[in-house]
């Protein structure tokens, strides 16, 4: 028979497991995480499992009662035994889906720290109880560890284990430091007794630990080992300080010694004054960056030795330590894309190194194409070279550091946006230029007239065409002036063909034509650097009122010397036609022969020449 006091028992679980499954806020175990991944389906399915378990727990509890009142030999005994055995498998088989349903959530569950008294994490919590999150249960409990020490007579058996029947819990005299659940211990695979006996050993070593780094005792031995690293590091400054002060002086006395002063050609870079003004500068950089060293890396020392500043310690030497590793870290993971660069690299020179030789070759004119010019060749390789390099740093740069990220992108859009807009002109000549280069309209050194200006080529640039005048004038036109403007070269067929240089002579109707072609020929062939052959010859271009005009037409070869040979001609010019008594007169020169002195110069006159009298004729 059932006792009163085992009915009273019954009756608490029956009551609590209906409550659960009423409420789900008042559920013993939620978790915390699940709630917020798989929702309500989640909580619910997990309270239906623990009222299940709490309606077994209680049949099992009466059916064990039963069997304790049954004698031995009693034949009802081995059915209720039965009855039990099946009870406990199906607790076993709710346990291990409870287990599943945890084990699904633990790689999407984040944990909260239990923070102990150096900030270091003493386990995490990933349940909920109740209506307390886990993020709260672990703040309290953290808070609630970190009060321990304040208790003087907290010894390593001071923290004791309690069971209940929903929880297990680690208290200290009358207070709860943490309570265990059966889902957090599902979560470990292990019982809550075993999980709540292994935080109680965590939270009793943190405490004590911290009660003994903080004692006395330990606080006189930081003290004064903290006094003596000052004391060392105060040393280290002084020998440092000594040293470089001798340095100083060692620097300035090498003045007029080993010190000379550098000069690049005629120019002297650094004379001995400023080398020591340099060396005295960077020695006082290096002097302070040491002691300052030094100073940084014995604070991290001292705060060591106290537990209260042992943080500081961590987070100074991270300060140095943790961008060194991030340098290293960042090269070594890096490697692979140099080592790729490197290649690329290699490749892309031997590639420009065939082009070159294909340039020289061609300039050389050792290897010829139908249809290019031996010119083409420098202008070609500077295109191909630009196209190559363009082409390998598209290659290289997905493998430079930061290719991929927004801000680096955002600046090579910038780049090219300024590139565009900034340089329309430039392009404009820089496509006018190669366009001229294939056209072949002139080379350096070739006699030019481009618009109004005449010149020698003296310069072929991407952006303009430089051209030296007669008068030795620069003149700088841009590519796309020159497009856009009429071009004459003179030189182009001038070695070959030869270039017809003239000028026009007015000669009145009184000297016969015959005459005067031979004259302007005899004056031509005078001239240096015109070419016999093909011989000079006139033209008669015009029959005014007053005077025929002779063009008198000769080839040359020498296109830059145009100046030159005009002025010679137009002298011959003049000295044949004196030697042959022809008179030169302007258009509409008039003479009265009788009386008048010759307009011929005097040196061409007979010696004997007198100016004819005025003559008179009267009819009687």
């Known amino acids: 028979m059932v006792s009163v006091k085992q009915l009273g028992i019954l009756l608490f679980f029956l009551n609590f497991g209906f409550a659960l499954a ?41 059916l064990e009662q039963r069997i304790d009142a049954l004698g031995s030999s009693n034949k009802d005994r081995s059915e209720l035994e039965a009855q039990l055995l099946q009870f406990r498998a199906k607790d076993s088989l709710l346990r291990e889906t409870k287990k599943q349903q945890i084990a699904s959530l633990k790689e999407t ?31 309290a409990i953290s808070q609630r560890i970190k009060k321990l020490p304040e208790e003087l007579t907290f010894k390593a058996n001071s923290l004791k284990i309690t069971e209940n029947e929903a929880t297990v819990d680690v208290i200290y005299n009358s207070q709860t430091i943490i309570s265990v659940t059966d889902v957090d211990a599902l979560w470990f695979e292990t019982t809550p007794f075993e999980l709540a006996t292994d935080y109680k050993k965590i939270i009793g070593t943190e405490v004590l630990n911290y009660k003994e780094e903080n004692s006395l005792l330990n606080l006189l ?22 040293l470089f002060r001798w340095t100083a002086l060692k620097i300035q006395r090498q003045k007029h010694k080993r010190l000379k002063a550098l000069t690049l050609k005629n120019y002297t870079l650094l004379d001995t004054e400023r080398q020591v003004h340099v060396l005295l500068l ?24 106290f537990p209260q500043t042992e943080s500081f310690a961590n987070t100074l030497f991270g300060y140095i330590i943790n961008p060194i590793k991030s340098i290293f870290l960042a090269f070594w993971n890096y490697l692979p894309n140099i080592f790729a660069i490197v290649v690329i690299i290699i490749v892309f020179r031997l590639v420009l190194k065939g082009l070159h030789f ?72 820089v496509i006018a230029g190669l366009v001229l280069t294939y056209m072949r309209l002139f080379k350096i050194g070739d006699r030019v007239k481009i618009g109004e200006i005449v010149g020698d080529v003296i310069e072929k640039s991407s952006l303009v065409t430089r051209v030296r005048t007669p008068k ?101 010019i003049q000295d044949v036609c004196n030697e042959n008594g022809i008179e030169i007169l302007s258009p509409h020169y008039r003479a009265a022969r009788d009386g008048n002195q010759s307009t011929i110069p005097s040196d061409y006159l007979p010696k004997d020449y007198e100016a004819p009298s005025f003559n008179v004729k009267s009819k009687q």
């Open 22 to 62: 009423q409420n789900d806020s008042t559920a013993i175990v939620l978790d915390s995480v699940a709630t917020q991944t798989t929702g309500d389906d989640f909580v619910k399915k997990l309270a239906n499992l623990e009222k299940q378990r709490f309606a077994d727990s209680i049949r099992r509890a009466d």
């Open 109 to 139: 569950t984040k944990g909260y720290p239990v923070i102990g008294f150096h900030e270091d994490t003493l386990f995490l919590i990933y349940n909920r109880i109740a209506s307390f999150s886990a993020q709260d249960r672990a703040n």
């Open 221 to 242: 031995k930081s003290i004064g080992l903290a006094l003596l690293v000052l004391i060392i590091i105060g040393l280290i400054i002084k020998y440092v300080l000594r």
């Open 282 to 305: 960077i020695n006082r950089i290096v002097k302070w960056v040491t002691v300052l060293f030094a100073i940084y890396v014995a604070l991290p020392i001292v705060f060591g030795f």
């Open 358 to 429: 294909l340039k020289v070759e061609v300039a050389e004119e050792r290897l010829s194409f139908n249809g290019f010019y031996p010119d083409w060749a420098n202008p070609t390789y500077q295109l191909a070279r630009v196209l190559v390099i363009a082409f390998a740093f598209v290659v290289i740069f997905p493998y430079l550091p930061g290719s991929e990220s927004p801000v680096f992108q955002g600046i090579s859009v910038f780049l090219g946006f300024l590139f565009t807009f900034g340089s329309a002109g430039s392009l404009s000549n």
């Open 472 to 572: 030795n004038e620069i003149i700088s036109i841009p590519n796309s002036t020159v497009m856009s403007s009429h071009t004459i070269n003179y030189s182009s067929d001038a070695p070959e063909k030869g270039l017809i240089i003239h000028t026009t002579v007015t000669i009145g109707y009184d000297i016969p034509w015959k005459d005067m072609h031979q004259v302007l020929i005899d004056a031509a062939l005078r001239t240096d650097l015109v070419l016999k052959d093909p011989q000079p010859f006139v033209l008669q271009t015009s029959l005014e009122d007053f005077y025929v005009a002779y063009q008198i037409n000769a080839y040359i070869r020498e296109a830059n010397k145009q100046a030159a040979i005009y002025s010679q001609l137009h002298q011959n």
